[in-house]
């Protein structure tokens, strides 16, 4: 029972961050205000998912951020290697 609580929680939180980091590359999309409460708690929530990865690779060099690619990459990994090693 605890195993599947625990379960439940993990995959919540990874399909939340999963949510979170969709929701900010379809911001990059359209034209926002940064400082809408709305938008800054999406910033809040995903900058520290996404900074070390845009330290990685600057945008400026190549014209597009690619730290969203690799933040889907990461959480999907740490998904699995925590499941495999809970469950």
Do not use: T
């Not at 990874?14 to 809408?36: E, G, K």
């Not at 951020?65 to 740490?78: K, N, Q, R, T, V």
């Amino acid at each position: 029972m605890i195993y599947f609580l625990l379960y439940k929680i993990l995959d919540i939180f990874f399909q939340s961050a999963y949510l979170i980091l969709m929701i900010r590359v379809l911001l990059s999309w359209i034209p926002h205000d940064r400082y809408h409460p709305i938008v800054n708690v999406i910033y809040k929530c995903s900058d520290p998912i996404l900074s070390p990865f845009q330290n990685i690779v600057p945008s400026w060099k190549i014209g597009i951020d690619l730290s969203p690619i690799f933040a889907f990459i990461a959480l999907g990994i740490a998904k699995e290697f925590l499941f495999k090693i809970l469950f």
